[in-house]
C-alpha cells in the first residue's frame, strides 16, 4: 500500500501563487524514480480533470490550460512531488488531488486532495 498526502491548497486572489506538495509513502517499490505521479483536479460543477504529471524518467505533461504557469516537480529523497501554481485565475479553483502509480504495476493510488480558490 502507498499512502499520498498533500498539502499546501488555500485561497487566493487571482494573479497569485501556490505550492501543492504529495508525499508519497509506505510500499513505494523504489521511491518515486520508479512511480508515474501527477495532478488531477475536479472544479465546482466539473468533471476531474488532468492537470500535471511527472514519469518515473522524469519526463513531464501539462494541460494546455496550465502551461506556462504551472511546474510540476519531485524530491526523490523526500518522496515528495510539487505542484507550483503562479498566475493563478478563477478557474483553477477545485479539490487537486495527486495520484501515484508503480510504472511495472497497474493500480494507482490516490490521495485525499488539497482544496484552491481563487477568487477576488
Not at 493500480?107 to 481563487?118: A, I, K, L, S
Request: net charge neutral; proline share 3%; glycine share 12%.
Amino acid at each position: 500500500q502507498v499512502q499520498l498526502v498533500e498539502s499546501g491548497g488555500g485561497s487566493v486572489q487571482p494573479g497569485g501563487s501556490l505550492r501543492l506538495s504529495c508525499v508519497n509513502s509506505g510500499s513505494t517499490r523504489g521511491g518515486l524514480r520508479m512511480r508515474n505521479v501527477g495532478w488531477l483536479r475536479q472544479g465546482p460543477g466539473k468533471q476531474r480533470e488532468f492537470v500535471a504529471s511527472v514519469a518515473a524518467d522524469e519526463t513531464t505533461d501539462y494541460a494546455d490550460s496550465v502551461k506556462g504557469r504551472f511546474t510540476i516537480s519531485r524530491d526523490t529523497a523526500q518522496n515528495t512531488v510539487y505542484l507550483q501554481m503562479d498566475n493563478l485565475m478563477p478557474e483553477d479553483t477545485g479539490l487537486y488531488s495527486c495520484y501515484s502509480r508503480h510504472i511495472s504495476s497497474p493500480n494507482t493510488y490516490w490521495g485525499q486532495g488539497t482544496q484552491v480558490t481563487v477568487s477576488s
